[in-house]
């Protein structure tokens, strides 16, 4: 069965701190994703990675920074935390066009920086 | 990226026929029509995918017109369990960005 692994459900973080957000898949995918999630918004990117060491940019990446140093880990960095990157934070991974490009999610972690 | 368009939330009632449409005036021609469904605290799940016409899997049906414009989301007999959020999205195949939108937020009742 899938399965993608986040590291924490829940973290409560300061204001300035630096923020590790790790997942782990398990299917040997080579597309990973890291969406945050606020109430009305929907999901929405924030980088996304198609190989080992390589990222581009989604919708919102101000802020954030990401690692991918092996396949199976797409970790997700706030360098410096603000309140206003409270939220759920979703990470997927997929196979691209022969798997229809179908996302897998992590079963997210809410972060809250006070 | 096409952009769609939901109703924001829908109530039914148990063993009732749901159907969820989808606007997207903009879809490309190698564009798919994807559903996810996603419960509180969860992720989003796969639900059904489709390019044209009909499709249907042991979950949901969907129904895609000629024109491609819209899709209609179809869930058989609900139950309370089925109380979720959907989201349609449309992107090609080889693509990497995926645009979830607000989803349609439907809510079952006993």
């Known amino acids: 069965d899938v399965k993608v692994t986040q590291s924490s459900r829940y973290l409560v973080k300061r204001t300035g701190e630096k923020v590790f957000l790790e997942c782990v898949q398990d299917m040997d995918h080579e597309n990973m994703f890291w969406y945050r999630q606020d109430p009305g918004l929907g999901l929405r990117l924030i980088y996304f990675s198609y190989d080992v060491k390589m990222k581009e940019k989604g919708d919102i990446p101000e802020g954030y920074s ?34 229809k490009n179908i996302q897998y999610f992590g079963a997210g972690t809410r972060l809250s920086v006070l | 990226l096409a952009k769609t368009t939901q109703p924001i939330s829908m109530d039914s009632y148990e063993g009732q026929e749901v159907n969820i449409t989808c606007s997207h005036n903009n879809i490309a021609t190698n564009d798919y029509i994807t559903w996810y469904q996603q419960f509180p605290s969860q992720g989003p799940r796969f639900i059904i995918q489709g390019y044209k016409t009909k499709v249907t899997n042991e979950v949901a049906s969907l129904f895609i017109p000629a024109d491609r414009k819209s899709s209609t989301l179809s869930l058989p007999r609900v139950s309370l369990s089925d109380t979720a959020v959907y989201y349609c999205l449309v992107g090609d195949l080889g693509g990497f960005k995926t645009i979830f939108g607000a989803g349609t937020r439907l809510f079952v009742k006993a």
């Open chain 1, 66 to 99: 990401v690692s991918r140093e092996k396949k199976e880990r797409f970790s997700l960095i706030l360098e410096s935390a603000s309140t206003n990157q409270t939220s759920m934070y979703l990470c997927a991974s997929c196979e691209p066009v022969e798997a």
